[in-house]
């Protein structure tokens, strides 16, 4: 499968962020991760981690349920087209 510039959707992008945000935090620690003057959060990396992989889960599903729909919406025309020539070719034969 190659790689195309529409497999790129908003999930998509969204995950590559938040999961280089978890590398960072990874290796900078958790204090990179939360606001001056609040407590760090022992989990930040891994909660930014979780919602990476959400994100990814939730962008593949959106692009198989969008090829889904254009498979059906082609097979829906390649139908009506055939039934289309099957109707003049009747009328024809009046």
Do not use: C, H
């Not at 999930?11 to 407590?39: C, D, Q, T």
Request: hydrophobic share 50%; charged share 15%; proline share 3%.
């Amino acid at each position: 499968m190659r790689l195309r510039l529409r497999y790129f959707n908003s999930f998509i992008l969204s995950g590559i962020a938040l999961l280089g945000i978890a590398i960072v935090g990874v290796f900078k620690g958790n204090r990179w991760l939360s606001e001056p003057g609040m407590p760090e959060n022992p989990y930040g990396w891994q909660i930014y981690l979780l919602a990476s992989i959400i994100m990814f889960i939730n962008g593949f599903v959106s692009i198989r349920t969008a090829r889904q729909a254009e498979a059906e919406r082609a097979a829906a025309s390649a139908v009506a087209a055939q039934d289309s020539k099957a109707a003049n070719a009747v009328q024809r034969s009046d």
